[in-house]
């Protein structure tokens, strides 16, 4: 995994604001991070700046703790760790045999992205 600097906040979450699953889940997550401690950065402008290939994180979701690159479950594990409500779930990812699990309902949850995204629109 890369290491990037990570500037003044802990955590950095790369997300596409042109999927109106994305936009909505990624407010919900502004909500609930009340110690302002997540930075979200939206990927979609053809302009945003991107660390990696831009199609490869609008196609899943990234993110950059501490300096590390993190993709798909452990991403959103290293999210869920930075919101005091969704803590306990974010450590229990920590066990690679619950994060496999995370993982794998998220490849399965990207298959059926495309028409959850296309209902919302």
């Not at 950095?12 to 909500?31: F, K, N, Q, S, T």
């Not at 609930?32 to 700046?49: H, N, V, Y």
């Not at 409500?85 to 949850?109: H, Q, S, T």
Request: charged share 20%; with cysteine; hydrophobic share 50%.
């Amino acid at each position: 995994m890369a290491r990037l600097n990570k500037g003044m906040f802990n955590l950095i979450i790369w997300y596409d604001g042109a999927c109106p699953l994305c936009v909505r889940e990624i407010a919900l997550m502004r909500r609930l991070d009340w110690q302002r401690k997540i930075d979200f950065q939206d990927i979609a402008p053809e302009t945003a700046i991107c660390p990696l290939d831009r199609q490869l994180m609008l196609d899943r979701l990234h993110a950059c703790e501490n300096g590390v690159m993190l993709s798909g479950a452990a991403a959103f594990a290293a999210m869920w760790r930075h919101i005091p409500l969704l803590k306990p779930l974010g450590w229990l990812a920590r066990n690679p045999v619950i994060l496999d699990i995370f993982e794998r309902l998220y490849i399965r949850f990207l298959n059926i992205r495309p028409y959850l995204q296309k209902w919302l629109a």
